[in-house]
């Protein structure tokens, strides 16, 4: 693996801004912004399709247990991620380690996703909460809140 010389960061093939580290697989059409952190150390697919937003985080590892247990616990540990097909993580979003991000779902601007996401689910909150959910019809795309359309869901 090379580094970019102006960077530092790892060379990838989605921006140059982007820390692409492991050996995740990641699906075609998927676009990475600027300042994303990529994490496939512990096993990570992201699906066709994708976009993940500047400064968005996806992870396979955690250090917590090590560092809280003064290094008594050794381990570093990992689980695999999954992101579906045509699933957007919008702008400084966090998905931890271990959690299925169902195909075309919505994962809001600054969320932090703890735990599994239904395909089609528009998710936003710390920790994530399912808050609505995404309508495909052909090039009609709704976002759903709660009961009915509301134009004010902005992903």
């Not at 102006?6 to 697989?25: D, K, Q, R, S």
């Not at 500047?54 to 955690?62: D, E, L, P």
């Not at 919505?106 to 995404?134: E, F, K, L, M, Q």
Request: hydrophobic share 40%.
């Amino acid at each position: 693996m090379t580094s970019d010389s102006v960077t530092g960061l790892p060379e990838n093939p989605f921006h140059p801004l982007a820390w692409v580290v492991g050996e995740p697989e990641i699906g075609e059409g998927t676009w990475i912004g600027a300042f994303c952190v990529v994490d496939g150390s512990g096993g990570l697919r992201i699906g066709r399709g994708c976009d993940l937003s500047a400064g968005s985080q996806i992870y396979t590892h955690s250090t917590a247990r090590r560092c809280v247990s003064g290094r008594s616990y050794p381990h570093v540990d990992r689980a695999p991620t999954v992101l579906g097909d045509h699933v957007f993580v919008g702008a400084n979003a966090v998905v931890n380690m271990g959690v299925t991000v169902g195909d075309g779902a919505v994962v809001g601007a600054g969320a932090v996703v703890t735990c599994d996401v239904p395909p089609g689910a528009i998710v936003a909150g710390v920790p994530a909460a399912v808050i609505g959910s995404v309508e495909v019809d052909g090039e009609r795309v709704d976002f759903l809140h709660g009961s009915g359309r509301d134009e004010g869901v902005r992903p």
